[in-house]
């Protein structure tokens, strides 16, 4: 699987839109993105994926750029419930491919 | 539903016992795994199962046994407990096709001492 580069931290005000990016310079071509989220200590929550199209859901939206090395996940109206670490993934999606989650992106959501 | 369940919340061992962590989901879903997540990292595979009676090692299987008797259990043994093991366990559970969604329970605290 492609390796993901992610800030350590970020801080958004509430209300406001959260952009989190993810590097992914290696990514193959049957290689999905996908985004979770983990808050406090909790288990880890699925928020998003996507191939190559932007995609967007009730709880965020993901754009990836054309040439797919990075992408970013948008928040569009943060709350302080949004804090939490933020984990970007590629694997391909396929069953037998597990996930691999690195140290994220640590999103503090200010009032 | 449930979701996806684990118990126990916390548990405190001695170097050298040996312990099971319990994981079940009332989803019926045929992927299950184990993953483990020490102080300020992120999350790293321990071992994972594709549907009852198969199972595979992840990225850090050492030390941790798994079987899958049946679609809904897929109980962690730690076959003798070491201070390198303590850490917060979580299990997680998907169908097959929707792979990119994992449920994850709450996960086991586990300290070795």
């Known amino acids: 699987d492609a390796k993901t580069t992610q800030p350590t931290s970020m801080d958004c005000a509430e209300g406001r839109a959260a952009n989190l990016p993810c590097n992914h310079s290696t990514i193959s071509g049957n290689e999905y993105v996908y985004w979770y989220r983990q808050i406090h200590s909790q288990g880890p929550q699925y928020i998003i994926h996507g191939l190559k199209n932007n995609e967007t859901n009730e709880m965020a939206s993901l754009i990836i750029t054309e040439d797919r090395k990075s992408s970013t996940l948008i928040l569009p109206h943060a709350t302080l419930r949004d804090t939490a670490v933020y984990y970007c993934?590629?694997?391909?999606?396929?069953?037998?491919?597990?996930?691999?989650f690195g140290p994220g992106t640590r999103l503090s959501v200010l009032p | 539903n449930a979701g996806v369940t684990q118990t126990p919340k916390f548990q405190v061992l001695k170097t050298g016992q040996s312990m099971t962590l319990q994981c079940a989901q009332d989803?019926?879903?045929?992927?299950m795994s184990w993953y483990r997540q020490d102080p300020g990292m992120g999350l790293r595979l321990i071992h994972y199962?594709?549907?009852?009676?198969?199972?595979d090692q992840g990225e850090v299987p050492n030390g941790y046994n798994v079987s899958r008797s049946t679609t809904e259990d897929f109980p962690l043994r730690l076959l003798s407990a070491a201070p390198s093991q303590t850490s917060v366990y979580f299990c997680?559970?998907?169908?097959?096709?929707?792979?990119?969604?994992?449920?994850f329970g709450p996960g086991t605290r586990l300290t070795v001492t």
């Open positions: 993934i590629v694997r391909v999606n396929d069953y037998g491919q597990n996930f691999v």
């Open positions: 989803m019926n879903h045929e992927y």
């Open positions: 199962s594709v549907g009852a009676g198969i199972t």
């Open positions: 997680a559970s998907s169908p097959l096709g929707q792979s990119y969604e994992q449920y």
